[in-house]
C-alpha cells in the first residue's frame, strides 16, 4: 500500500484567489489521480497527472483552471484557479501502479475547500 | 463508457441486522469492482475488490460483494450491522484494459445509518 499526505487538509479561500494542493507519496507510483467531491455528491475524475508532462484532463475540467503538475513519481500538486463558491468541494488525490498485481487505488485524506 | 447505479442514497439498519448496498454496473468490457467506505471528514478506504477471480469477495470488517454478471450488479453485504459501519460507501469500477486498474468511475454513494 501507500501513504498519502495532501496538504492543506482543509482551507476557507476568497473567490478569486487561488489555491494549490499537494500530494505527497511515501514510495515511487506510476498513476496519479485528482477527483472532485462536491458537497453530497459522488467522486468525479478532474484529470490523470502525468510526470513529466501535461496532465491528461477529463470532459468538463480545462487547465487553465486546474493546473497539475507532477515533477516526480512521489508528487503532485493541483491548484484551483480564480475561484468562486461553485468551487468549494473535497478535492482527493489517488495513486498506483501499473501491472496486474497492482489492482486497486489508495487515496488521501482529502483537502476540504471553502470558497466565500 | 462506464457507469455505476447505486440504488438508494440513504439506508438505514438496526444493529444487528442485514446490510445490503445495493450497485450495478455498466460496461462493455470485463470491469473490475471496487467498493470504497467514506468516514467523516475522512478520505476513502477500500473495503474490497472483484477482479476476476472468486465472483464472491470477503473484505474487511465482515463485508463481502458478489458478482453477477447476469445481473450486472455487485451488492455489498454485512450479516450483522455494527455502529461502527455508518458512513458513505461508494461503488467503482474501473477499465483494466484500456484505462488501467486505477482510473474509477464511481457511483453516487450510498449512506448507511444504523441505530440501536
Redesign the interface.
Known amino acids: 500500500s501507500a501513504v498519502?499526505s495532501q496538504k492543506p487538509s482543509r482551507d476557507i479561500c476568497q473567490r478569486g484567489t487561488s489555491l494549490t494542493i499537494q500530494c505527497q507519496v511515501d514510495s515511487q507510483v506510476t498513476?496519479m489521480?485528482w477527483y472532485r467531491q462536491q458537497p453530497g455528491?459522488?467522486?468525479?475524475?478532474i484529470a490523470?497527472a502525468n510526470q513529466g508532462s501535461e496532465a491528461t484532463y477529463e470532459s468538463g475540467f480545462v487547465i487553465d483552471k486546474f493546473p497539475i503538475s507532477r515533477p516526480n513519481l512521489t508528487f503532485s500538486t493541483l491548484t484551483v484557479s480564480n475561484m468562486s463558491p461553485e468551487d468549494s468541494s473535497i478535492y482527493?488525490c489517488?495513486?498506483?501502479?501499473?501491472g496486474s498485481r497492482?489492482?486497486?487505488?489508495?487515496?488521501?485524506?482529502?483537502t476540504?475547500l471553502t470558497v466565500v | 463508457a462506464q457507469s455505476v447505479t447505486q440504488l438508494g442514497s440513504h439506508v438505514s439498519v438496526s444493529e444487528g441486522a442485514l446490510v445490503l448496498l445495493r450497485c450495478n454496473y455498466s460496461s462493455s468490457v470485463p470491469p473490475?469492482l471496487?467498493w470504497?467506505v467514506q468516514y467523516p471528514?475522512?478520505?476513502?478506504?477500500?473495503l474490497l475488490?472483484y477482479?476476476s477471480a472468486a465472483t464472491l469477495v470477503k473484505g474487511i470488517n465482515g463485508f463481502e460483494a458478489e458478482f453477477k454478471k447476469s445481473e450486472t450488479s455487485f451488492h455489498l453485504t454485512k450479516p450483522s450491522a455494527h455502529m461502527s459501519d455508518a458512513a458513505e460507501y461508494?461503488c467503482a469500477v474501473s477499465d483494466?484494459e484500456n484505462t488501467?486498474?486505477?482510473?474509477?468511475?464511481?457511483?453516487?454513494?450510498t449512506r448507511l445509518l444504523v441505530s440501536p
Open positions: 498519502i498513476m489521480f455528491q459522488s467522486l468525479t475524475l490523470t482527493l489517488s495513486v498506483g501502479n501499473r497492482n489492482t486497486e487505488a489508495f487515496f488521501g485524506q482529502g476540504r | 473490475y471496487f470504497y471528514n475522512q478520505g476513502l478506504q477500500l475488490k477482479t461508494f483494466p488501467g486498474f486505477q482510473k474509477l468511475v464511481f457511483g453516487t454513494g
